[in-house]
């Protein structure tokens, strides 16, 4: 029965999970209040920007992807918040639908470019990282824009400071998007469409599933929510900054390879990358809570990836 | 190539010249961009200098195209196992920050830490091999985590930059006199022509192209899978020895790049990412094109801030064309 229940995929998130709570009874014996529910809590909230990169990242996973803009769209995503709404509320809707449209459309391009002109995921994404690099770069000049209220609408702050029913609205979102994103792939055509092409893109086409227009929604997926991190970030530190998006790349990988997504597509659930995400962030607070100097945290942080992927992250059949 | 063709007498050898072709398309494109490269420079230099480029500029081209040269290079040789190394930036550092901290020598010492940075280098590419070969991991996933380890052990070494390479080990390995570098081209040629010939070199392109297959024709696929990722990390040593010579200093994070670009550059250069085409020759050319592009964006005018967009734009373009190109290629044979 619980043999039937825990299959290699729950197991494995499982095992995420239970990777997260260890480290915060260790962080708890390091640091007293660390696991106290302030902690928890804000810990969950930066983990909660790792989630939703993670979201995309999972799509694209799931077809055997990989989504490298993720760092520059987040930072565009950021920036565009902050420049078109001015700072004020009453231009806050506007600024939101266009920064999320923009993730969505330039996540349509990298769709595109790989599912009609044939260009290996690495390459394209990696490019496309490479042009919204400059094009943020330039078109706010660097950033030098100081008497442009370059901050972000109060609402979209209280979004992720002020509570409701005891947890930042932030969380209540990530929430509803675990929801929605487990149940859009595990209850829906489109969520079986997309784990068919990501176990065999020649017989889901053979099968009548459209790959390309698949593949173009969940880049475009990818880049909403790298989008939409970028305006948590920006609610979270009130400004943006050049650069910030660049730790979300390889976090959000682990993060999703952790929780059980298999690397190479088909297999694996957003729930999973969620526990990596918190896993992860748990991980880096507790080297923090060591007063752990940076080189010794990014030793560690590579010795507890590859332990965890020692641990279930195997191939079965070995060449 | 119609005219090619037709010279050679018996049908076996035009199979076999059309087969050479259809194997090398990548190669034969990447040294057309080069050349359109090279004389897109030419051009724009001059209409923005009034002259054209003499020695100086060539020198400069060469020591700063060596890191990436053999990053490419480093990539190279585990992309074609069908793998892929992000942790050649984090090598890179790590040799780089050694090579600063040890080399301030007497020559003796100089030349036996250089060595040293060599297995170091190949050491770290060791691990990563014996993780992906019997660890049974992804590659990608192995050398995302040891590139973090990498970089922190680089930091540890070298926690600011600084340090110092003594003279003479620039001038062998990036004399800002004269365009010495030049020679590494045809050792690179070289080397890479020996390895394609050794029992490893041709394991290494069978199980690029099917493990399975490579298995049962009794090649060890763990054995070549751990050298590959070996002699990739021997690589990345030299492009972190080649870095410190350029800039006559380490830095614990200045490889950091060169993880990407190595992947650039060895795209550019005909190697498929998935497994089993390409070659190391070709990655040094599209090192080299990665940096003249670079060149050609400067003397461009265009605003700086936007060098990665045309980057960016550049490295789709040339892929696509690649991709239409050798699929006509090969549909015509």
Known sequence: MIGKLLTRDRRRILYAFIAGIVLFAIGQAVRPGFASFDGIRSILVVASFVGLVAAGQTFVILIGGIDLSVPWVLNAGAILMVTSSLGSDARAIPALALTLGMGALVGALNGAGIALLGIPAVVMTLAMNGIMQGLTLGLSGGMTCTNCGAYAPPIVQAAVHSRFLGLPIVLWLWLGIIIIVSFVL?????????????????????????????????????????????????????????????????????????????????????????????????????????????????????????????????????? | MPEQTVLMPSGVRRGRMSHALVQNVGLVLVISLLSACIIGYCVIYYIAQHRFPGGFELTSTLDNTMPLAFAALAQTFVVLTRGIDLSVGGVIDLTNAVAAQTLNGPPLQTALWTVAILLIGGACGLVNGVLVAVGRLQPILVTLATLSIFQGIAIRVLPQPGGAIPPGFTSVLANPNYPTSLLYIPLIGIIWAIFRRTRLGVSVYAVGNDATAASSHGISVKRTVILAYTLGGVASAMAGLFLAANATAGDATTGDTYTLTSIVAAVLGGVSLFGGRGSGLGALFGAFVTVMVVNILFFSHIDPLYQTFYEGLFLLAAVVSANMIGSFVRRRR
């Open chain 1, 186 to 319: 595990g209850a829906t055509r489109f969520g079986r469409s997309t784990y068919t092409v990501g176990n065999n893109a020649r017989a889901s086409h053979l099968a009548g599933i459209n790959v390309s227009v698949v593949t173009i929604v969940l880049y475009a997926l990818s880049g909403l929510f790298a989008a939409l991190a970028g305006i948590m970030l920006v609610g979270f530190g009130g400004q943006a900054a050049l650069g910030m998006g660049e730790p979300y790349l390889f976090q959000s990988i682990a993060a999703v390879v952790i929780g059980g997504v298999y690397i190479l597509g088909g297999r694996g659930h957003y729930l999973g990358s969620v526990a990596g995400a918190i896993s992860l962030t748990v991980l880096v607070s507790v080297l923090l809570a060591f007063n752990m100097p940076d080189y010794g945290r990014s030793i560690i942080y590579g010795v507890v990836i590859l332990a965890l992927l020692l641990l279930y992250g195997r191939e079965e059949d070995s060449a």
